[in-house]
C-alpha cells in the first residue's frame, strides 16, 4: 500500500474551547490517590442511594409486558409526559395544566438543559452575567460555546441587584448590552456558595431583567438543582413564580442529587418561545433522554418514594453537614483570617481565607492539603471569566460523599495544611 | 409592578440552524391518523424489544446492593469499561487491548457519537461527504452546525469510489478542499437504501481519505448502527480494520436497533486525537451516559443474551423483509418504472419510482398515500444540501414497526396510489 504524509487533525473552534473541566482532573487525582479525603467532588452520598425503590419499582414495571415494552422503545423528545406532570406536582410545584405542561422538558441532568438552554441562546462573544463565586461546570460550558461569563458581585443572600444594575449599566456603556443574553442563578444553596437567595431578591432580579431587556430579552436561568437538599427552614418560592408573562425564567432541575445521578435525568421549564429550540437542539443530540430511566422516575414519583426518599437525605445531610460545621468551628476558627458560610442546605461550605494565601493548584496550600491527605475545590475555578476580579484565597467543602469521620479527619487535615502554608 | 416593553427572543444561530427533523413532522402526522400503517418511522419492532431480559439481569443486578449502589452513581465520562470491554469483544470485533479500550466512548445512542465527533471536527462552513442518499438525521445534524452535507454518487454498492475521487478534485480545484473534514458512510444496510459495501470498497475509500488528507485529515465516519441486523449473508469487516494507523476512522455503533431504544446506549471507536476532544463535550453535555442502563447493557453482554437476542431479532425481521418484498413483486412489479433495492439486513427498503414522479409532501403521491392508508419517508429528505441533485422520485419503505398482514397492506396501498397519481 503507498505511504501518504500523514496531516494532521485539526480540532474545530468548539473543539479548541472545550478545556477539560477542571474539576475533572482533581477528581482522578482523589482516584489516583485512594487514602485522600476527598471534599472536593460534587458526588452524592454512595450509602443513600435509592437501591430499594429502584429495585422495587423497576421489578414492578417491566413485570408488566406493555409498559416494559413501552420503556425500550423510544420516546418522543421532549420526554414522557407522566414524568413531565409529577415534576409539575412534586418538583417545581407549579399548576400542570396543558400549557405548562408543554412547557417542561426532560434532559440528562440538569447539566443538559443549561447546555441546550446555552445554544439556543447564545452566539460566540455573547455574555451571561453570573454571580461571583458561581457553579463552575457552567462556566465550561459558556466557554465552550465561545460565549462569555461575566461576574455580578455577590453578598450573602447570593447576586446583589444593585451590582448587577451597574454590570448591566456599565454593559450598555461600553455598547455591549445587546450581548447579555441571560442572568445565571443558582438560587438554592449554591454550588459553591451554599447560599440561599431571599425570595425578594430573585424577584427583583427577574424585574431588572425585564427592565434590562431592550433589544434582545435577556433570560434568567435559575439552577435549582440543590432545592430538594434543605435541612433547616421553609423552602422558599422558585423564580418562576415571580415571571408574570411566562417569558423570561428556564428553571433547570435534577434528580442526580435528590435521587441518583446514575439515572441521568433532570428537566427544564422552559418560556414558550424556548421549547422548540431546545427540542430541536436535544433531537439532534440523543432523540430524547431514556424512556426506561424515564418510566422509572414517573413511577417513583407517582408512589410519593421520591418525597420520602427525600427526607431521608435530609436527614442523613442535615448531620453531615452539621459534622462539618463543627469541625470547622473546632480546627478552623483559631487559624487567624479563616471564615466559612453556614448553608442551610445543598452539599457544599464555602470557605475564605486570608487573601494572601493562594488556594489554586499552583499555591502551596493545595499541595500541602493533599500531603495532610485532603482534597478541596479551589474557589478560582469557581469565578467568571470576565468582570470582578477572581477572589484565590476561597475553596469548596463537599460533605456529601465522606462519612462523618472522615468529613472531621478532612477538616482536620485542612487545619494543618494552613497552619504549616502560612 | 411597572410594566415593561417586551422584547423579543434572538434565536443563536445554532438555534436557527436547528429546524425540526422532518421526520419528526412525519411521524406526528402518523401518530394523528391511528389507522395509517406507517412504513414510515425508522422505529423497531415492539413485539421483539427484550422485556424478559432486561427484566432478568435488572433484577439481578439491582439484588446486589454493592453493584446496584454503583448503577445509581454518576461514572466516568467515557462510560463504563466492562462494557466497553464487551463492545469491542462483542459488537465491533477488535483487540480489547488497553490502547483500543481507551478509543472507545460510550454515548446516547449512535446519534450522540455522530453529533459529538461533527463538534469536534467541523466550524460552520466545512465539508462532509456523503452518500446519496444517505441517513436523513445526520444532514439535519450538520445543518445544525452551519457545515454542508455534499453529496457523492452511489450505485448498488454504495459509495462509488471513482466518484469520490473525482467529488475531491473538484473541491480541491475549487479551493475548497481544506475544508473537507469527513467521510460519512452506512456501510450495513444503509440507511435509507439498504445497500451493504463491499469490503474493497471500503477499504479503497479509506485510501483515498489518507492519499487527500493534505492541509488537514479527512476523518471516514462508518455508522453500523445496522451492523447486527444481517438476514442473509456473512459479517464484512468494518472499515476500521482498513485502518492501519488508527488515526483516520470513526465507528458509531448502537444498541438501539439491535437490543432497545429505551435504552439509548450506543458507542464510538475513535482515533487517539478525538477521544479527548470528544469526551471534553460529552462531559458539558451530560458527564457521561447513565450508569444505570450501562451496568444493564455490560451484564446483558457478558452473559451472552445479546447475541441471543440478535438471532431472535435476525429471524422476525429477516421475515418481514421477505413479505415486504414479496409484496413488492406482487403489488408494484406491473407498475411501469417502480424499482427498488433488495438488501440483506437492516429495516428498509428503497424505492425509485419513474423520474417524473414527486414523492414528497408536496407532490401528489404523498397525500394519495396517506389517503390510501399508509405513510412512507419522500426520499428527497435523505440527499445532501450541495453537489448531485436530489432525486425527487424516490422513497424509503420500512418494515420494522408493523406486522407482516400490515407491510403486505401498506404496499397494497402504496400500489393503489401509485396508479393513482400516474
Known sequence: MTTFTISPYLPSRRATLAEGQPISELMSRALDNPGLISLAAGFVDGQSLPVDIVREVMADLLGDHAEARAMLQYGATPGLPALRREILNQCTPMDSRQETLDRVVITAGSNQLLHLVAESLLDPGDIVLCAAPTYLVF???????????????????????????????????????????????????????????????????????????????????????????????????????????????????????????????????????????????????????????????????????????????????????????????????????VKWLRPNGGLYVWATLPPQVDTGPAGELFDRSVAEGMLYVPGQYCYPSEGQPVAKNCMRLSFGVQSCEKIREGIAALARAITAAY
Chains 1, 2 share one sequence.
Not at 408573562?245 to 414558550?272: C, M, N, Q
Open 139 to 337: 462556566l465550561g460550558t459558556l466557554a465552550n460555546l465561545g460565549a462569555k461569563s461575566w461576574s455580578v458581585q455577590t453578598d450573602d443572600g447570593g447576586m446583589i441587584p444593585e451590582a448587577l444594575e451597574e454590570t448591566l449599566a456599565q454593559l450598555a456603556d461600553a455598547g455591549e448590552l445587546a450581548k447579555v443574553k441571560a442572568i445565571y442563578l443558582v438560587p438554592y444553596f449554591d454550588n459553591p456558595s451554599g447560599i440561599t437567595m431571599p425570595a425578594e431578591r430573585v424577584q427583583r432580579i427577574v424585574a431588572i431583567a425585564k427592565q434590562w431587556s431592550h433589544r434582545t430579552r435577556i433570560h434568567v436561568i435559575a439552577d435549582e438543582a440543590y432545592r430538594e437538599l434543605r435541612y433547616k427552614g421553609e423552602d422558599v418560592p422558585s423564580v418562576i413564580e415571580f415571571d408574570d408573562d411566562g417569558e423570561t425564567v428556564i428553571v433547570a432541575g435534577t434528580f442526580s442529587k435528590s435521587f441518583s445521578p446514575g439515572v441521568r435525568i433532570g428537566w427544564g421549564i422552559l418560556p414558550e418561545h424556548l421549547v422548540g429550540p431546545v427540542c430541536a437542539q436535544k433531537g439532534n443530540i440523543d432523540f430524547g433522554s431514556p424512556n426506561l430511566n424515564q418510566h422509572l422516575m414517573a413511577e417513583v414519583l407517582r408512589r410519593g418514594l421520591f418525597s420520602a426518599h427525600v427526607e431521608t437525605l435530609r436527614s442523613s445531610y442535615s448531620k453531615k453537614l452539621d459534622v462539618m460545621l463543627n469541625a470547622a468551628d473546632e480546627y478552623l476558627s483559631p487559624l487567624a483570617g
